[in-house]
């Protein structure tokens, strides 16, 4: 049996789907998920999409506000709510209910039932858990459930007991699914569900539904601009366009709608750039004063990321070390621009247990040749993906920057000795 005849036998024996994708929130993810809600929602099923923003705690954010223009964007929850219902049950043979009211004491949670024309016993009383609200999980652009976050991590057991179809263009995916769709010769995810979609039935693929997979082509070729674009993805992208796909929106929100202050942030970025001898390692540091003078935050990363992509095709691991803490401990000021090079030749920073209060560097880690990214930082407790990991810590950044750049520096040449 063909994968989309078998993927489609489990939808039709599923009453509840959960359409679900990783941390990151990439714009190859977020466009299979939408397609695919988008057409279940056609075909008369019930569905949802959820998934958990990487990093909810202040750090970098992954700009999905470049995807709101998306059909359906807004129908994506952040969190799994009511995934199962709690069921207390009274007999009423020997009594009839007057009223029930409940209280919260001591942690406690008391209903307080009164009967009428009668009793009740504790033998009356019984309860159970309901069934999960899901009964199909769908993951799209997930190389392992750990990427899905907390949305995995408080909920497994839901993972376990219910059905996963695996949809994945990643040759180190691990087949988690009961059914895993995996084609590597696809150069995203959306290309992969276009296959499904077309194969089932191709007249439901609405202009909508082909935005949103001419989206997801369109992020992970920048714009059929990176090497690995193949003939089946540019005859795929004619024929979404050909179905009603919105290339010119699509092109304007991605890439026609950087800010000023993206840009003032890119130049920075290339002021502080520095790359190996083999090209295939490129970092930046950024300081307070470089987010202020280009008036932008940490938001604005993943943009500046997206470029030295395409600008240097060579890059097998891309380092961003910022820091948002005041770089003196005299008078509470960061150090002025043109006093850089002094500070970091001349200066030697003496610091102790406090130095936390004072030094906070972030590391922002991507991967972009099937590394990692997790990986290369472990020692720093990162967050994050296997793509994209990021981790924050108490020390100089320039410190950690000689640290951290040895330490990736050594385990490529372990993985490609």
């Not at 043109?338 to 936390?356: L, M, P």
Request: net charge negative; proline share 3%.
């Amino acid at each position: 049996m063909k994968l989309s005849q078998q993927f489609f036998n489990l939808i039709e024996k599923s009453n509840n789907i959960l359409l679900t994708f990783p941390v990151d929130w990439s714009g190859d993810a977020i466009s299979s998920a939408l397609a695919l809600y988008l057409y279940l929602k056609k075909i008369g099923k019930n569905v949802e999409v959820g998934a958990e923003k990487m990093n909810n705690s202040g750090n970098f954010r992954i700009p999905a506000e470049s995807f709101k223009f998306l059909p359906s964007f807004s129908e994506i929850k952040s969190s799994l709510e009511n995934l199962m219902k709690f069921i207390v049950s009274v007999d009423l043979k020997n009594a009839k209910v007057d009223h029930i009211k409940y209280t919260i004491k001591d942690n406690y949670l008391n209903f307080i039932i009164s009967p009428r024309d009668g009793f009740f016993t504790n033998k009356d009383i019984k309860s159970n858990m309901s069934g999960f609200k899901y009964d199909l999980i769908i993951t799209v652009d997930c190389r392992d459930l750990e990427s899905l976050g907390r949305i995995y991590d408080t909920n497994i057991d839901f993972f376990y007991k219910t059905p996963i179809i695996n949809i994945d263009n990643s040759p180190d995916n691990e087949e988690f699914g009961q059914l895993n769709i995996i084609d590597l010769n696809a150069v995203s995810s959306t290309e992969v569900i276009f296959n499904l979609l077309f194969d089932f039935k191709k007249e439901l693929i609405d202009e909508d539904i082909a935005t949103c997979l001419l989206c997801g082509i369109i992020f992970k070729t920048k714009s059929f601009k990176t090497p690995n674009l193949t003939p089946q993805t540019l005859n795929i992208s004619s024929k979404l366009i050909e179905m009603g796909g919105r290339r010119e929106e699509i092109v304007a929100n991605l890439y026609r709608s950087r800010s000023l202050s993206t840009l003032k942030l890119w130049g920075r970025v290339l002021n502080n750039l520095s790359i190996n001898e083999s090209n295939d390692i490129i970092w930046a540091t950024l300081f307070k004063n470089d987010f202020q003078i280009s008036n932008s935050n940490e938001e604005n990363l993943q943009d500046v990321i997206d470029e030295l992509i395409l600008s240097i095709p060579t890059a097998k691991v891309i380092v961003i070390f910022y820091s948002l803490s005041e770089m003196s401990i005299l008078d509470d000021h960061y150090i002025s621009e043109k006093d850089q090079e002094d500070f970091d030749n001349k200066t030697i920073v003496v610091h102790n247990n406090d130095s936390g209060q004072i030094f906070k560097t972030n590391v922002l880690v991507y991967s972009v040749k099937n590394i990692n990214s997790l990986d290369l930082i472990r020692n720093l407790n990162p967050e994050g993906t296997k793509k994209i990991a990021q981790s924050a810590v108490a020390r100089p950044i320039k410190d950690l920057e000689f640290e951290v750049i040895s330490n990736i520096k050594n385990r490529l040449e372990k993985i490609f000795q």
